[in-house]
């Protein structure tokens, strides 16, 4: 079935960077969109931005906007957030997820990639 | 960024029971909204698109609707595996935005 696969945890120390995957299957990669969505332990979910696959095109919440990059590799079918000077409040769960086919709603997400930061 | 606020914040209730979850936009977003379920550990699923559209594989029981700034999720007639907490999103703007979450407990 169509997944979307993350890498796993990491513990990461303040003001260090860290870079989660997203490897997509089973569907075209460049066809729709990847967002990342981060949840902090016991807290609601935070959209953070999404990449346009097939042009490289980003957008990002404005509260990252100075330290998330997004970026794509088509030729492995896979999505990265990098998200860079790391504090105790970026400790979550992050997840990848897609659109679905003409809809507004987020059909397949990845099983999520928790970041711990710590000194 | 719109804003979506939902209310209640929590809300208990009963197997049997019908509850409604609203979710209010900072300004109009047409109905471009989802409405998504999440429990403990997993990632949220996604319940309602486009407003009111039941994704495929979803219990009737889950319904949505509304338009521009007001939006509801209604459930009728509870079942124990609904018992989670529930987000709204915002697809209007470039940024899509989530509601703070209602976690809904069993009474």
């Known amino acids: 079935q169509v997944q979307l696969v993350q890498s796993g945890a990491g513990v990461k120390k303040p003001g260090a960077s860290v870079k989660v995957s997203c490897k997509a299957s089973?569907?075209?990669?460049?066809?729709?969109?990847i967002h990342w969505v981060r949840q902090a332990p016991g807290q609601g979910l935070e959209w953070m931005g999404w990449?346009?696959?097939?042009?490289?095109?980003?957008k990002y919440a404005q509260d990252f906007q100075a330290r998330v990059t997004m970026t794509r590799d088509t030729s492995v079918s896979t999505a990265y957030m990098e998200l860079s000077r790391l504090t105790s409040d970026d400790t979550a769960l992050y997840y990848c997820?897609?659109?679905?086919?003409?809809?507004?709603?987020?059909?397949?997400w990845g099983q999520g990639t928790m970041v711990t930061v710590s000194s | 960024a719109i804003q979506l606020t939902q209310s209640p914040s929590s809300l208990s209730a009963s197997v049997g029971d019908s509850v409604t979850i609203t979710c209010r936009a900072g300004?109009?977003?047409?109905?471009?909204l989802a409405w998504y379920q999440q429990k403990p550990g997993k990632a949220p699923k996604l319940l309602i698109y486009?407003?009111?559209s039941l994704e495929s594989g979803v219990p009737s029981r889950f319904s949505g609707s509304g338009s521009g700034t007001d939006f509801s999720l209604t459930i009728s007639s509870l079942q124990p595996e609904d018992f989670a907490t529930y987000y709204c999103?915002?697809?209007?703007?470039?940024?899509?935005?989530f509601g703070q979450g209602t976690r809904l407990d069993i009474k």
């Open positions: 486009d407003a009111s």
């Open positions: 997820a897609r659109p679905g086919n003409w809809k507004d709603g987020y059909d397949i």
């Open positions: 300004q109009g977003i047409n109905s471009a």
């Open positions: 990449i346009n696959p097939r042009s490289g095109v980003t």
């Open positions: 089973r569907y075209n990669f460049i066809d729709y969109f």
């Open positions: 999103q915002q697809f209007n703007s470039y940024s899509h935005t």
